[in-house]
Nanobody, 123 residues
Framework: QVQLVESGGGLVQAGGSLKLSCAAS????????MAWFRQAPGKEREFVAA????????LYADSVKGRFTISRDNAKSAVYLQMDSLKPEDTAVYYC????????????????WGQGTQVTVSS
């Protein structure tokens, strides 16, 4: 069983930056696609960004394109989300997820999720 643990959330002013990290308990994820999702209060969980195991495919939601950057370090079994130019509407709990298929992970259908980390952007 793979466990995913997110960290790096916090409170930041609009226009600021945060970097989220997702650490995996096993090196299995070096062969997995990984993604970040977020869920704001009263809203459904939504896709943010995804990266294939080889980094050959990187996908972003339109709402974060140009501001967020997903990256991964397979040697450390870790995935990151650099968030710049943050807006109040980015406020949400951010979740890390992963699995063998990029499309499955991007759709949110993977069985593996972290517990989430809170990001709050003040105006």
């Amino acid at each position: 069983q793979v466990q995913l643990v997110e960290s790096g959330g916090g409170l930041v002013q609009a226009g600021g930056s945060l970097k989220l990290s997702c650490a995996a308990s096993k090196r299995t994820i070096s062969n997995w696609a990984m993604a970040w999702f977020r869920q704001a209060p009263g809203k459904e969980r939504e896709f943010v960004a995804a990266v294939s195991w080889s980094r050959g495919s990187i996908l972003y939601a339109d709402s974060v394109k140009g501001r967020f950057t997903i990256s991964r370090d397979n040697a450390k079994s870790a995935v990151y989300l650099q968030m710049d130019s943050l807006k109040p509407e980015d406020t949400a709990v951010y979740y890390c997820t992963g699995g063998p298929s990029l499309m499955t992970v991007k759709s949110g259908a993977s069985a593996y999720w972290g517990q989430g980390t809170q990001v709050t952007v003040s105006s």
